[in-house]
């Protein structure tokens, strides 16, 4: 399909009065301007339709469209149907296109000729921003210009919202959205995109606010239902019916039911706890079904020891010790004793949750990410310190010699430019933040670092944005993160003292407040 509009943005509409106008807002005031916008309306009596009316009145670029109740799949698939842009764009009327998104997403893909361009998501809560676990872990395995071959990791993006996808490759896979879903609908459609896609391009930038609404109008992922259940199932399965189709790598496969034991089914197991034991005994009995029908019992070992346990119990049918352990993961968790023993991490357990009360914490360990702190910046005598400390949960660092730190100014691709002074030292709060109780459980008192950045460490950059990453290492896990959080307070601080004056032109800071410096 040609055309000249650049993109589509494709907008569902129903009883999303509470946040239509911000949502709309958003994409208004996007940099990028050649754009439509589809506004279907999925039969509305809240007000919305009013809102999205407005709206469309004032900008030309917004076309409201209504009809009858049906869903949301039969809703996106209408509106696909009447766009007219070469890419797509797919937002849900409650979240939010931070500033400048589009056009990092249409640069990219026109620069790379990409099927599909991805970045980060970040939670909206009340104002606050926070990131998302889905998100961190298709990250954590950043590669600028990717298939899902070469970055399985893919399969952890499970929704098509946010992502900038070439029109003519969505109409040669034929995809539409699967009607007999209102509930985890964009899953397969998210994979097969990239199991088929020859060039994705990762943007390692914030471009999609997910918000999490309030207890008057809670999420799916809040609550749960039997037919929510049976409908991520569903979903599941088709899943897998594309992986037999197009025959993806073991890789892929794997990365799949990683992902269905750390995020699906925890999201699952982790809200039956609540449902009458009548109900909860049917629940356990279709999720395990699911379980053993695709193995995932063979994977248990490779999935942090909670979750493998919650795992075993559903198995089995034991609705009380999935209550116990759940009540454990939530209250308690943060308390269990790790040590080091050799190369292995042991967590020591209270006997009702693990009877042998000692296990081995490596598959723990590695899905969690590097978590990573700035405490304190100074600038004086033309340096700027940045003082915090790094760490893995559950991995236990008591003296800097525990682990190695490295700083780098790193460019847009996550190439090292310039390696930085780097100092560690003893952190005298383990988390990095306000000590919560229990939060001592893990020693972490090694963790420490402090930063020094100069005038003639950006001397000379090519023009471009930059950040200052730390990669980290101990007991054989290696990590990588942009420091952060930098309040507006530090940003201010540094840019006042105008140490960087004449290398960098400009201080900014993400979403995750992630300080960004601007060369040329």
């Known amino acids: 399909m040609s055309s000249d509009i650049a993109v589509s943005i494709v907008i569902p509409v129903y009883n999303v009065a509470a946040y239509l106008q911000e949502t709309l807002d958003s994409v208004a005031g996007q940099t990028f301007e050649d754009f439509e916008v589809i506004l279907m309306d999925d039969g509305s009596s809240d007000g919305s339709a009013d809102i999205a009316k407005a709206f469309a009145g004032r900008d030309s670029r917004f076309r409201y469209v209504r009809k009858d109740n049906e869903g949301v799949s039969v809703t996106r698939n209408r509106a696909i149907e009447l766009a007219k842009g070469r890419y797509l764009l797919l937002v849900d009327s409650d979240d939010i296109l931070p500033e400048g998104a589009l056009e990092s997403l249409y640069r990219a893909a026109e620069d790379n000729e990409a099927d599909v361009v991805t970045g980060k998501l970040m939670h909206l809560r009340d104002g606050v921003y926070t990131t998302v676990r889905m998100s961190e872990m298709v990250f954590s395995g950043y590669r600028h210009r990717t298939t899902m071959k070469e970055s399985p990791g893919l399969a952890f993006d499970s929704i098509t919202c946010g992502k900038l996808i070439r029109r003519s490759y969505w109409d040669g896979l034929g995809l539409k959205f699967p009607v007999e879903l209102s ?37 799916a992922t809040q609550s749960i239902s039997m037919r929510m259940i049976e409908e ?17 790598g073991a890789g892929i496969v794997r990365q799949k039911k990683m992902k269905s034991l750390l995020m699906d089914f925890n999201i699952l197991v982790n809200k039956i706890v609540d449902m009458e034991d009548e109900e909860m005994d049917r629940a356990m009995s279709l ?192 990590r990588e993160a942009a420091i952060y959080p930098f309040n507006e307070e530090q940003i201010g601080e540094i840019t006042g003292s105008r140490i960087l004056e004449g290398a960098v032109s400009s201080i900014g800071s993400s979403l995750r407040k992630e300080p960004i410096f601007t060369v040329g």
């Open 183 to 219: 509930y985890c609908e964009d899953m397969p459609l998210a994979f097969r995109l990239y199991a088929n896609a020859k060039t994705v391009i990762m943007l390692d930038e914030t471009v999609y606010l997910w918000r999490v609404r309030g207890e008057e109008s809670r999420s």
């Open 287 to 478: 999720i395990g079904g699911y379980m053993k029908e695709d193995g995932l019992a063979e994977e248990f070992r490779n999935i942090p020891v909670i979750y493998a346990e919650k795992y075993r119990a559903l198995m089995k049918g034991d609705r009380d010790r999935l209550r116990k352990l759940r009540a454990f993961q939530t209250d308690r968790q943060s308390s269990i004793i790790c040590r080091r023993a050799g190369k292995k991490i042991l967590g020591v357990f209270p006997s009702a949750i693990l009877p042998l009360r000692v296990a081995d914490m490596k598959s723990s360990v590695a899905a969690e990410p590097l978590r990573l702190r700035v405490k304190t910046v100074t600038a004086a005598d033309g340096r700027i310190t940045a003082g915090g400390c790094a760490y893995i949960r559950y991995l236990p660092v008591r003296e800097p010699r525990d682990v190695k730190m490295s700083a780098w100014i790193k460019d847009g691709d996550r190439e090292r430019v310039r390696q930085l002074r780097i100092e560690q030292c003893p952190t005298k709060t383990p988390f990095g933040i306000e000590k919560k109780s229990n939060s001592n459980r893990v020693a972490y008192a090694g963790a420490g670092y402090v930063i020094t950045v100069a005038k003639e460490d950006f001397a000379g950059l090519r023009p471009g944005s930059y950040r200052i990453f730390i990669e980290w290492e101990a007991c054989g896990e290696k």
């Open 232 to 248: 991520r199932l569903t979903s599941l399965r088709m899943i897998d019916d594309i992986i037999r189709e197009e025959g993806v």
